[in-house]
């Protein structure tokens, strides 16, 4: 650092559990520099991934979005006009009162996700939708087919310290690609192996940068992986590794449960896994053996329509073995629960009308394409405001989705970085800040802190705020509420005191909070979460909320114990293939698929097929292939790969629609129908033909 730059704390506001504390150098002239993770911090530990460490890159970049625009021509067609940001807004607030007028107030739908994780830009939208009574949003992407698994089990949203894992004989990385997406999973992991030989074991569909560093791979079919779940509970009865005493006194049914698992042995799971029957005892055993087991259960879970079944199923060994008991022994998936946030201001709870529908986010597609029952009878949406989320991009069932945002009478308005495939389908786009160019607060998803990120640096041409948008357009569009007329410091302020965790200047003093709780509510010494206190077995699937997102006859027949639950969406003799579109190093969902560094290392779409597969279909290296099923195809160059099991395909992604050929990118092949219980796309559980296209790429 020289006598020019400044260091600023501040934390990653991607959508990563990692939320790293970082710190920034910013140069004279409002330049980023250097971007480190904050070694202070006990859970970042001084690491962060390559993408954010070069953010200069991103921030800074030429194609950023410097003012509002308009529409020229068609929609889609990519010409748009420069307008000033009066008009811009004057434009949108008509558009929506007009709409409002026409088919009522949930014609509007505000739409947004995790383009950015802090609480103040991300959900402020919430507040104008509350405000004004426009259509809800129910979140499923990446999220709810694997919290609702976790949840049923423990009871609370919540789990053992993930620093916890560097005490651990045994961790076991299970459905997260963590050397990629989350890169501090790795830190902890590896200390317990460098300071008590610990192993490392790694479930994942194939060998993955994670599963390269672990002492036991276990590479299961997409979709199966409760079956293995269930096998190693099995052998843990089997061979008198169970906590008899944990499970009398803290679970509500393990005598049922081990009459139940008796019939699921591991000849049985690996004619469903494809895993070895000696993987499944061994896998067994090292937990079985060791009581300090830590299970990282990951997103990963959410990717597959059973996912819930699975997640709910893995987090049951640590109960069944009493793992929880003792100190890198439990498991851990989200922290969400432990931050009690009183987000009464920060949503605008206090004006929300619970009557008002919720639309699927996964479903946007259907929803867009006037679906009856995905509308819940309602008025169709004419009316779209979108933040931090490209749904032309990273949706299922994308030619459906591309149909919907074509319609001639739905007005979209977009607030984003970058030109992004959504922003290029919009009549008026917006510039929107990045996260060193506003206030915001975050919470750690996969650890325990709060953390503040403050301004640092102005923002580039006429960029602004989702807060300051959604402020903007609820003074055109007359919502009023008390947090329309706070600053982004001030909504922090309010959120924090109102959930017991101090002041504004005090966080922005001591840069974060570690919010871990004792080691007796972490490990639930003296209860889980339900009711009962009693890790749950047998869940109440159809309690979950919110109802109405799942089929009932599908529901019922959601297995009552941890089993196989076959809803995937299995090969068959048209589509032979199984896909998964799994996380790129270099991007995040679609963000960074626009930096220089990412995208020459991750150098081109490719679809991995394993050597038995490449050799049936008569392809090579850098050969092209069309992989297609119901909901489209697109082009792709092979890459061999023996990772993973045969008939299946991993493309990892994502990619930006302008490199495939068609102009639509992977996801015109993934599904939006929903998983259970609460529903959830289900990205790696797609079966697809491949041809061959007989054409080298270049
Ligand atoms: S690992 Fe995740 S949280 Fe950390 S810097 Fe990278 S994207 Fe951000």
Redesign the pocket.
Same mark, same amino acid.
């Given at each position: 650092m020289n006598a020019r730059s400044k260091t600023h704390y501040t934390a990653?506001p991607?959508d990563?559990p990692?939320?790293?504390a970082?710190e920034v150098e910013a140069l004279e002239g409002g330049i980023i520099g250097t971007v480190r993770?904050s070694n202070e911090n006990t859970y970042t530990a001084g690491v962060?991934?390559s993408? /954010?460490a070069r953010y200069a890159e991103r921030i800074h970049h030429p194609e950023r979005l410097l003012q509002p625009l308009r529409r020229r021509g068609d929609k889609g067609g990519g010409s748009f006009e420069p307008i000033s940001w009066d008009a811009a807004l004057d434009e949108v607030a008509e558009a929506y009162l007009k709409a409002e007028q026409k088919h009522g107030a949930e014609t509007v739908w505000p739409y947004y996700y995790a383009g950015t994780m802090g609480l103040v830009m991300r959900d402020g939208l919430n507040r104008l939708r509350h405000a004004k009574k426009y259509s809800g949003q129910h979140f499923t992407i990446c999220t709810s087919l694997a919290y609702t698994g976790y949840l049923v089990g423990t009871g609370k949203l919540a789990g053992v310290d993930p620093r916890e894992m560097a005490k651990a004989d045994v961790v076991v990385i299970w459905g997260t690609n963590a050397a990629s997406t989350? /890169?501090?999973v790795m830190t902890h992991a590896l200390r317990a192996r460098r300071d008590r030989g610990a192993k490392i074991v790694v479930i994942d569909t194939y060998r993955n940068a994670t599963a390269r560093q672990a002492d036991l791979f276990i590479c299961v079919r997409p979709g199966t992986d409760s079956a293995v779940a269930c096998a190693v509970m099995h052998v843990l009865f089997r061979d008198g590794h169970a906590d008899r005493d944990y499970l009398a006194r803290y679970t509500d049914c393990p005598e049922e449960l081990e009459a139940h698992l008796e019939s699921r042995t591991p000849a049985w799971a690996s004619a469903i896994s494809g895993v070895p029957v000696a993987t499944i005892e061994d896998f067994a055993r090292l937990i079985g053996e060791h009581r300090r087991s830590y299970f990282r259960l990951g997103y990963g879970f959410t990717r597959h329509r059973n996912g819930a079944i699975s997640m709910h199923a893995a987090s049951c060994i640590p109960a069944v073995t009493g793992a929880w008991a003792y100190e890198g022994g439990g498991a851990f998936y989200n922290n969400g629960a432990i931050y009690h946030w009183n987000r009464t201001l920060l949503d605008g709870l206090d004006v929300r009308d619970p009557s008002v529908r919720l639309l699927d986010q996964s479903r946007i597609g259907p929803v867009l394409c006037n679906d009856p029952i995905d509308l819940k009878d309602g008025p169709p949406v004419t009316a779209l405001f979108v933040q931090s989320t490209n749904p032309m991009s990273v949706a299922p069932d994308l030619n459906l989705v591309q149909r919907g945002f074509a319609r001639g009478d739905l007005f979209t308005c977009v607030h984003e970085q970058f030109m992004t495939e959504t922003a290029a389908m919009a009549d008026i786009v917006l510039p929107a800040t990045m996260f060193m160019e506003h206030d915001d607060v975050y919470q750690g998803g996969g650890h325990q802190h709060i953390l503040y990120g403050p301004k640092i640096i102005d923002p580039p041409g006429e960029c602004r705020s989702n807060h300051e948008v959604v402020c903007a357009l609820a003074k055109r569009l007359g919502a009023e509420h008390a947090g329309f007329d706070m600053t982004a410091k001030e909504v922090v302020d309010d959120l924090l005191q109102r959930s017991g965790w101090g002041d504004v200047e005090t966080l922005a003093r001591n840069k974060w909070i570690d919010c871990q709780p004792p080691f007796e509510e972490a490990h639930y010494v003296h209860g889980f979460g339900h009711a009962d206190k009693r890790f749950h077995f047998k869940p109440d699937w159809a309690g979950v909320a919110p109802r109405g997102f799942f089929p009932t006859e599908l529901l019922a027949t959601m297995p009552a114990l941890p089993d196989f639950w076959p809803t995937t969406e299995e090969a068959n003799d048209e589509m032979p293939y199984r896909l998964v579109t799994a996380p790129a190093r270099h991007f995040?969902n679609s963000s960074f698929n626009q930096s220089p560094t990412s995208l020459r290392r991750e150098k081109c779409p490719q679809a991995m097929l394993h050597p038995d597969d490449a050799q049936r279909l008569g392809v090579k290296q850098g050969d092209k292939v069309l992989l297609g099923n119901h909901r489209g195809q697109v082009e792709i160059e092979v890459s061999i790969t023996d990772g993973h099991q045969r008939g299946v395909v991993i493309v990892e992604t994502l990619w930006a629609n302008r490199h495939f050929k068609g102009g639509l990118g992977i996801n015109v092949l993934t599904g939006a129908d929903p998983g259970g219980p609460i529903g959830g796309a289900a990205f790696h559980d797609n079966r697809i033909w491949m041809r061959p296209l007989g054409v080298r790429a270049v």
């Open positions: 990653c991607h990563c990692s939320t790293c970082l993770g962060i991934c993408k /954010v989350q /890169v501090n995040l």
